[in-house]
């Protein structure tokens, strides 16, 4: 077993590769065989207009929604690490709505809260304005980087809020001591060590909004196109497999440096965090306090909640038609319920047996890694060190981010043509399976090393010493990790539209089916049942800190 598990991190590497190599080996065999040479298909398409478009707007759209979702965290990240008060782990919370929450659903609650004849029209109305006057904003580059920052501002408020709140304030005051005042003790005390985190997180949202797929495609149509949805259309639609090589090639190459950006900070923040020991306790906020978080959860509420409001409002809305009088009932929910085949009820049971079974492997390979992470570390019998390389370590944690929906689930297919349902849950699995590692390998990082070093001293192997020891005590770890797949599986529209569902229809894509209708009723009754599955992730992982 104890080989098994020192060759697991070269199997995963090879696993990740593997769909990126078909990938591009079904590419290539379109193109002539002397694809560098001067005047051939590489050297014409390289520099082309198109693909110079498509890199400069993934480009730009993802650092400016990069720039704006920390701009809305850094505030959130501050009171949520200094300050004890109601909604504090709520804020926390929403730290899984990047992960869990449907991209397909925050476009269709954006739309129908920001949208031209949206909540927000209405209001302009009810203030007295000319309604006329506002036509939306969403389908424009801006409004494709508001709907991202929104969509994923929650993580620099999980990553820099926990590391914060853990910080010692003794830098700080002694910075003050010796006379700075408190913009320079800050500067000097505290923002080297939150640095690290601040830039991780951004490098980190940076590489969804890069990645991100459905909202461009709705949103950012009218402004330019991805290489990201590039990909998708040469593959889909004008089944031009070079140029989707072409477009992934560029695509993964610009993605593997942001990923070594990543990488580098994410292990500067934990080293940074080592030396913090216990967080102090969290002060009572004064009257500035109190203030700044009254705007902050009132925008907050606006802004966030007040689409997520408009969806669920919407999915109890009945019209006799789009321009219909409107009252409220269950309708939305009978019809789809009631439909020939139960559409509903068919979507249910695909999306829970595929999304059960891809977030089962995801669980198990990101254990299996963990444990061979930290299984070899030093034994106190011999004092040899059996761990993994730093250097290892990263690759096998932070490659598989450099890869996009497009590639993965391109490359599976390439190499099953026929697998069907299969290749959405090997594309999901590869999907989910970094995320659930690194969560349980910060679980196995916090475990206290003296009983299992006790173990090791009676005369239990490292890998013994793991399964007897270790995991019984991350077992809450594990279960929330296990939800966490479960809902990002759930959610999950990219994968089954890359590979046309994979002949079963899901949640996400009956959702994608009836808002592509204009059935904006029953899309959003759907997706508050969607909603709910994917809302385990919400109170699994509150009730996994209370229990860690």
């Not at 070269?10 to 290539?28: D, E, K, N, S, V």
């Not at 379109?30 to 478009?53: D, I, K, Q, Y």
């Not at 997180?201 to 890069?210: G, M, P």
């Not at 279960?479 to 890359?498: E, K, Q, R, V, W």
């Amino acid at each position: 077993m104890g080989t098994l598990l020192r060759l697991f991190p070269a199997a995963i590497i090879l696993l990740t590769l593997l769909p990126f190599l078909a990938f591009a080996a079904q590419g290539l065999k379109a193109v002539s065989p002397s694809v560098l040479g001067p005047g051939t298909w590489l050297s014409e398409h390289l520099f082309t207009s198109t693909l110079r478009s498509a890199l400069s707007f993934s480009l730009l759209q993802a650092g400016a929604s990069t720039v704006l979702a920390v701009l809305i965290g850094l505030p959130g990240a501050y009171i949520v690490a200094k300050y004890r008060f109601p909604g504090r782990k709520l804020l926390f919370s929403l730290s899984a709505v990047p992960f869990c929450l449907p991209p397909l659903l925050v476009i269709l609650s954006f739309i129908l809260y920001y949208g031209r004849t949206g909540w927000i029209s209405k209001l302009i109305a009810l203030l007295g304005f000319q309604r006329s006057g506002y036509s939306g904003f969403l389908y424009s580059f801006w409004g494709l980087v508001f709907v991202h920052a929104f969509y994923n501002f929650p993580i620099v408020i999980q990553n820099l809020g926990s590391l914060w709140a853990r910080m010692p304030r003794s830098r700080e005051e002694a910075a003050r001591t010796l006379g700075a005042g408190k913009i320079r003790a800050f500067a000097a005390g505290t923002l080297p060590f939150l640095l690290p985190s601040l830039l991780q997180s951004a490098s980190l949202i940076f590489l969804f909004c890069f990645f991100s797929f459905t909202i461009v495609l709705v949103f950012g149509g009218l402004s330019g196109s991805t290489l990201e949805v590039g990909i998708y259309r040469a593959i889909r639609f004008t089944n031009d497999k070079p140029q989707a090589l072409l477009l992934a090639l560029v695509q993964t190459s610009t993605a593997l440096a942001v990923v070594a950006v990543f990488a580098y900070f994410d292990s500067r923040s934990t080293y940074a965090a080592k030396g913090f020991g216990a967080a102090p306790p969290l002060g009572k906020p004064g009257r500035a306090a109190k203030s700044l978080i009254l705007v902050y959860g009132l925008l907050l509420a606006i802004f966030f909640l007040g689409p997520l409001a408009a969806l669920a409002a919407e999915a109890f809305t009945v019209r006799s038609s789009l321009a219909g009088n409107a009252v409220f009932g269950l309708d939305n929910f009978r019809r789809i319920f009631a439909s020939p085949g139960s559409p509903l009820l068919s979507a249910t049971f695909n999306s829970l047996a595929l999304s059960g079974s891809a977030a089962l492997f995801a669980t198990l390979i990101g254990l299996l890694l963990g444990l061979s992470l930290k299984s070899f570390s030093s034994n106190p019998k011999t004092g040899r060190r059996r761990r993994l390389s730093p250097g290892m370590a990263a690759v096998v944690m932070s490659l598989p981010l450099a890869l996009s929906p497009a590639v993965v689930a391109s490359g599976w297919s390439a190499l099953f043509s026929h697998g069907g349902s299969l290749l959405v849950v090997a594309g999901q699995i590869a999907m989910a399976w970094p995320f659930v590692a690194r969560s349980l390998r910060a679980a196995f990082a916090a475990l206290d090393t003296s009983k299992r070093e006790a173990a090791l001293v009676l005369g239990a192997k490292p890998v013994q010493a793991a399964f007897l020891v270790d995991l019984p005590a991350i077992l809450p770890s594990i279960l929330g990790a296990a939800a966490f797949a479960f809902s990002m599986t759930m959610g999950d529209a990219n994968i089954p539209l890359m590979l046309g569902g994979g002949g079963s229809e899901t949640l996400p894509l009956l959702l994608y089916r009836l808002s592509s209708s204009y059935r904006y009723g029953e899309a959003c009754a759907v997706g508050l049942v969607l909603a709910a599955f994917t809302s385990l992730a919400f109170f699994l992982k509150g009730k996994n800190d209370e229990l860690s």
